[in-house]
C-alpha cells in the first residue's frame, strides 16, 4: 500500500491564497501522475489538476485554470497545490492522488488513481 500524506489548506477569504502539499514515497514518486481532486458537501469528487510523472504535462480543470498551480518537487517527493484568487465555490475537502499508469493526456477520471490521501478542508468565505 502506498500512503500519500497531505498537509496545509485551512480558511480564508474569497480572494485570497492558500497552498497543499502532499507527499508520497521516494520509491514510486518519479513514477507516478499526481493529481489533486476535490469534492464538496452532497457532492461528487471532482478533478482539480494533474501533472505527470517528469512533471513535463499538467493539466487543469477549466474552473480552476489561471488561479491554481500544481508543481512537484523529486528532492522532496511532493507534490504541490498553490491557489489563489479562491473563490467560495473552491470550499471542498481536497485529496491528492496517484495514478501508477503513465497516460498521455492526463487523466481526469478519479477511477483511474489508485492511491489516495486522507483530504484536507478548504473554506473560503464570502
Known amino acids: 500500500q502506498v500512503r500519500l500524506v497531505e498537509s496545509g489548506g485551512g480558511s480564508v477569504q474569497a480572494g485570497g491564497s492558500l497552498s497543499f502539499s502532499c507527499e508520497i514515497a521516494?520509491?514510486?514518486?518519479?513514477?507516478?501522475?499526481m493529481g489533486w481532486f476535490r469534492q464538496a458537501p452532497g457532492k461528487d469528487r471532482e478533478f482539480v489538476a494533474a501533472i505527470a510523472w517528469d512533471g513535463g504535462n499538467r493539466r487543469y480543470a477549466d474552473s480552476v485554470k489561471g488561479r491554481f498551480t500544481i508543481s512537484r518537487d523529486g528532492t522532496k517527493n511532493r507534490v504541490y497545490l498553490q491557489m489563489n484568487s479562491l473563490k467560495v465555490e473552491d470550499t471542498a475537502a481536497y485529496y491528492c492522488?496517484?495514478?501508477?499508469?503513465?497516460?498521455?493526456?492526463?487523466?481526469?477520471?478519479?477511477?483511474?488513481?489508485?492511491?489516495w490521501g486522507q483530504g484536507t478542508q478548504v473554506t473560503v468565505s464570502a
Open positions: 492522488a496517484a495514478d501508477a499508469i503513465r497516460r498521455i493526456p492526463l487523466s481526469e477520471d478519479r477511477n483511474l488513481y489508485e492511491y
Open positions: 521516494a520509491r514510486i514518486f518519479s513514477s507516478v501522475t
